[in-house]
């Protein structure tokens, strides 16, 4: 079964919105972490934001916040004021277990259009 | 500056033959892990290890081979086994806590 579920596989938005991309994961383990990274076409993996099972509040960092909702197991990542250089693949992954294991949903392809 | 790193950047090998993809981390992390993405696709886990001297085979361990005889280092080995090697790899550590996780820059495997 599928740990981490991307719907989107692709996604097109205007330079200077808001875009949502969505992530919904499985696992029993009460203590799990959530990351969200960034794939521009060089292929480096880029961490973006990173929430924890037991965070209280939603995680932000700069332009990225995450929407950590734990009773529907869903850590969509929003990004505010897009930028022509936010263009790239975003992948959603979770940590659990132990020992730790990190598992990556499809992606998702973000291109912002001017 | 801390951070990990993975050599070659590209990398040829000829059907038949072994080859070792190296992944070294300075970030004092515990866990290490190594995955292959396909064009267009996510990342699949192929081994993952927390200590030293121990390691667990991931979702497509068939064909390659891992060590952890030092923190630093978990040295990933393609061989002759793995029916289509051809992919990018990529090397990830984290902290024994699990809040943060990076990568390294990766290796471009080609079969020729």
């Known amino acids: 079964a599928q740990k981490i579920t991307q719907t989107q596989p692709g996604m097109f938005v205007q330079e200077k919105e808001a875009v949502t991309l969505d992530c919904t994961y499985d696992t029993s383990d009460p203590s799990y972490g959530l990351f969200w990274y960034k794939q521009p076409s060089s292929g480096e993996m880029i961490f973006l934001i990173y929430?924890?099972?037991?965070?209280?509040q939603n995680a932000t960092e700069g332009r990225y916040s995450l929407n950590f909702q734990k009773a529907r197991k869903s850590a969509n990542l929003v990004i505010s004021a897009s930028q022509l250089g936010d263009s790239a693949m975003y992948f959603c992954a979770m940590r659990e277990g132990t020992p730790q294991k990190l598992v990556f949903g499809q992606g998702t392809r973000l291109t912002i259009n001017p | 500056d801390g951070g990990i790193t993975q050599s070659p950047k590209y990398l040829f090998r000829k059907e038949g033959q072994n080859v070792t993809l190296s992944c070294e981390q300075n970030l004092n992390h515990d866990a290490m892990y190594w995955y292959r993405q396909d064009p267009g696709q996510g990342l699949r886990l192929i081994y993952y290890?927390?200590?030293?001297?121990?390691?667990q085979k991931g979702d497509i361990a068939e064909g390659y081979s891992v060590s952890r005889e030092k923190k630093e280092s978990f040295p990933l080995t393609v061989t002759s086994a793995q029916k289509n090697p051809t992919a990018f790899y990529l090397c990830a550590s984290s902290n024994q806590r699990g809040t943060e996780a990076f990568f390294g820059q990766g290796t471009r495997l080609t079969v020729v």
């Open positions: 929430q924890g099972s037991y965070d209280q």
């Open positions: 290890s927390q200590i030293v001297n121990d390691f």
